[in-house]
């Protein structure tokens, strides 16, 4: 035997290690992150950065510039995300009314635009102008008659088919990632999960443009949550140009939710909603710092949106409105019923929504996503087009349905019968009866609701960029202003009645529809995704009613409460399991008293753990366990006999350790003996050069002893975030639980299937 001593001239060679080597902390493709690491990793690289930056002025200016690195990619993520959402709002406008007519003057203006630029255009008749043309007029030549509506129905369906095709070919050729609303895959990567391509430059290119697409098809469906699935990609492009966010998956996912915040502020333009939303609703780890970071990118995003202008009102959004008349305490229980019915859509829609998905992926009709997208586009636009309120586009559904009757309002909705003695501000329009326009709008209105609400639930997770912000609002904002027009003409024509008595007297303006649609746009929305603080901002942002924030909140939480009642999940959440997503809601419960001995592995009569020895295995033994099995990392123990614990190897990292040392350390041959101690082990004078892996080794692992509830242990998982952890007793190793098992023991408590939430 040789002693230690005699083999120092070789230290040089078993300490190669101790320079990282390419690849090392990089995690493998639907892997989860080790967050404890990962904060440890970025410790030291900044107290390394600290100590450098007293050497000279270059390192103390390296030291500055990469404190500053954080808020430079915030400014480039808002600028960015700002001017797609821009790009897109403009393209969205042009391609919609290019499904109706053309400009003749120019091609590439929209309706509203062509009308601008022209001098013929009259203000009663601000629809009509020369230069727009529709495609029966720049066809046949015919504007009114039979033939020419039926040459527009089939061109409105033909142009409709084209978007939608083109949208759903390119999501499947170059990107198939950019299907869906991207929400609930971003609040699982933002979780610690792994899904490489998901905000790819591709995905990114893809998203945006087919958006655009799928938005003019006239589909039901938003642009709000693609949005923030853009602003992501877009963070992940920037911070992979910086050293400081690439190499650091939990750095990198602070700046994804700080992403998702400037996505929201440019899809409602709300950036303190987007910032509510960012912490609410997707972020799993919110430090403070990303608080501040989130704001920046959110304040730069809408500023560059507002720079734009996509809308043309100076404003950053389409809905925003400004009521005359304050609201009443007696209105609060229509308020509440609006909340209610929230609830229950909520409920209705997320069911059947993920009883349809179920049913796409376990059946044939997965294997035909083009098939399935042309079919429910052609049902939409032959259902949607003899109906004005179906037919347009949804954002200016909202903004009709938001609107309060001026005495300017050309809409059906407010036709009501004048009283010719009325001598009144313009702005104080009292009460009126409801006219003709006003009875003919309310069933076109309840039908499209029925429509929209049957529609939306085969649309929503279709193979494209798919919202669902907007078609939820448009069914609240319809059943809202139904309502609410209800309430007006009872208060008109009983306003003797007990409830009306004290506050609508006769002339008086008493009751505003408008905002009725507003509180029933913000209660489906909320019961469909369980928002209620960044919802109920979102609202105020989005329409400037600041006034009309107890209306909002009532509605918000009254649907979250309905909808709790049946079921938890909001439809994230659903999709996330759907999916198997390997997913730890912060929000759910566990209650259950079972012990950590109830989930480890091995359970009995299972084989024993794949453990490493500190100091007597070969790279042989090594490589042959790692092709025999497929875990993430491996228990190392003093011997198999002792079992006592001393860290944890991960496999990726023993591979590329292993694979390097056979490179650039000459002698490392399949015997050579595998060492995790300071010190190498003695061995005989002829031996291989033995190989020290300590650099890898994870000397803190997290351990559990064996009686430990598994409460606490969820607990664990859920605030540490972290991918395993050890079981013990008295320093002695007995099993492992990784993320996985305390999901599968989470569902089988809850008597689902434990299997059926895994990720395939």
């Known amino acids: 035997m040789v002693n ?3 083999m120092s001239g070789s230290g040089n060679l078993m300490d190669f290690l101790d320079e990282p080597f390419p690849d090392v902390g990089t995690y493998e493709d639907f892997h989860t992150i080790d967050w404890l690491r990962e904060k440890s990793r970025d410790t030291d690289r900044h107290r390394k950065i600290t100590s450098k930056s007293k ?3 270059w390192e103390f200016i390296k030291s500055l510039l990469d404190a500053w690195s954080g808020w430079v990619v915030m400014l480039l993520i808002g600028l960015l995300a700002g001017t797609l959402a821009g790009v897109i709002d403009l393209a969205v406008d042009w391609m919609t009314d290019l499904k109706e007519g053309v400009c003749l003057s120019a091609f590439w203006y929209s309706h509203e635009q062509c009308c601008w630029t022209s001098n013929e255009t009259t203000f009663e008749d601000r629809d009509k102008c020369p230069l727009w043309q529709k495609w029966s007029e720049l066809l046949v030549n015919q504007s009114e008659g039979v033939s020419a509506y039926i040459l527009n129905y089939l061109m409105y369906i033909l142009w409709a088919l084209l978007f939608a095709f083109l949208a759903v070919s390119l999501v499947r050729v170059f990107a198939p990632y950019a299907c869906g609303s991207g929400i609930p895959e971003i609040k699982t990567i933002l979780s610690g999960f792994i899904i490489r391509g998901y905000l790819g430059k591709w995905t990114l290119l893809i998203k945006t443009v087919t958006l655009v697409l799928v938005v003019s098809s006239g589909l039901s469906l938003g642009k709000e949550g693609p949005l923030v699935h853009v602003a992501c990609c877009c963070g992940n492009f920037f911070s992979s140009l910086f050293s400081k966010y690439s190499k650091n998956e939990g750095k990198r996912r602070e700046v994804l939710s700080a992403a998702a915040a400037a996505g929201v502020s440019v899809a409602f333009g709300a950036p303190i909603g987007g910032v509510l939303f960012s912490l609410e609703e997707v972020s799993y780890y919110f430090p403070l710092k990303t608080l501040w970071r989130s704001f920046f ?17 100076s404003r950053l959004v389409l809905f925003y ?3 005359h008349t304050p609201w009443y305490m007696a209105e609060l229980f229509p308020f509440i019923l609006l909340g209610v019915f929230g609830g229950l859509w909520g409920t209705l829609f997320t069911r059947c929504n993920i009883a349809w998905c179920r049913r796409r992926k376990t059946t044939r009709l997965g294997k035909y996503p083009v098939l399935e997208v042309i079919v429910v586009t052609a049902i939409t636009a032959i259902v949607a087009y003899p109906n004005p309120y179906t037919r347009q586009s949804t954002s200016e559904l909202i903004s009709e349905l938001f609107n309060d009757c001026g005495a300017l309002e050309s809409s059906q909705l407010c036709d009501y019968i004048n009283d010719p003695n009325m001598t009144r501000p313009v702005d104080d329009i009292p009460d009126r009866p409801a006219g003709v326009g006003v009875y003919t709008a309310m069933w076109q209105l309840a039908l499209a609701l029925i429509f929209k609400i049957v ?11 798919s919202g669902l912000f907007i078609p939820s609002m448009a069914v609240g904002a319809m059943a809202g202003r139904m309502v609410g027009i209800g309430v007006e003409q009872l208060a008109y024509h009983h306003h003797d009645w007990i409830i009306f008595r004290n506050w609508c007297r006769p002339g008086a303006d008493c009751v505003t529809p408008g905002l009725y649609a507003m509180v029933g746009a913000a209660a489906c929305l909320g019961g469909v995704t369980r928002m209620t603080v960044s919802l109920v901002v979102i609202m105020f942002e989005l329409t400037g009613g600041l006034e009309y924030i107890v209306p909002l909140m009532a509605a918000a939480v009254t649907s979250k409460w309905v909808a709790d009642a049946f079921g938890k999940e909001g439809i994230y959440e659903a999709h996330i399991h759907l999916n198997g997503y390997p997913f730890l809601d912060v929000k759910d419960e566990f209650t259950h008293r079972t012990l950590a001995t109830d989930v480890m592995r091995p359970r009995r009569g299972e084989l024993p753990l794949s453990v490493l020895t500190q100091d007597s295995m070969t790279v042989e033994d090594v490589e042959t366990l790692i092709k025999e099995t497929d875990y993430n990392g491996f228990p190392v123990v003093v011997s198999r006999d002792s079992e006592r614990l001393i860290g944890f190897a991960q496999r990726r990292e023993l591979i590329l350790a292993i694979k390097n040392a056979r490179q650039r350390q000459e002698g490392t041959v399949s015997s050579s ?24 080794l994870n000397l803190s692992p997290f351990t559990v002893t064996d009686h430990t509830p598994m409460e606490t242990v969820v607990d664990i998982f859920r605030k540490l975030g972290l991918r395993q952890c050890l079981v013990t007793r008295s320093g002695r190793l007995l099993g492992i639980i990784t993320k996985k098992d305390v999901l599968r023991h989470m569902a089988q408590m809850a008597n689902q299937d434990p299997e059926s939430i895994m990720f395939n």
């Not at 990118?297 to 996509?310: D, E, K, Q």
């Not at 529609?455 to 960029?465: A, N, V």
């Not at 003996?673 to 002829?686: R, S, V």
């Open 55 to 57: 050497e000279s002025i």
């Open 297 to 313: 990118a959110a304040l730069v995003a809408a500023f560059t949106l507002r720079s734009i202008n996509p809308f043309g009102n």
């Open 4 to 6: 230690a001593g005699a």
């Open 673 to 696: 003996i595998l060492y995790f101690t300071e010190e190498p082990p003695e061995l005989p004078a002829n031996s291989p050069h033995p190989l020290k892996l300590r650099r890898i």
């Open 321 to 323: 409105v400004e009521y």
């Open 455 to 465: 529609i939306t639930i085969f649309t929503f997770g279709m193979k494209i960029p």
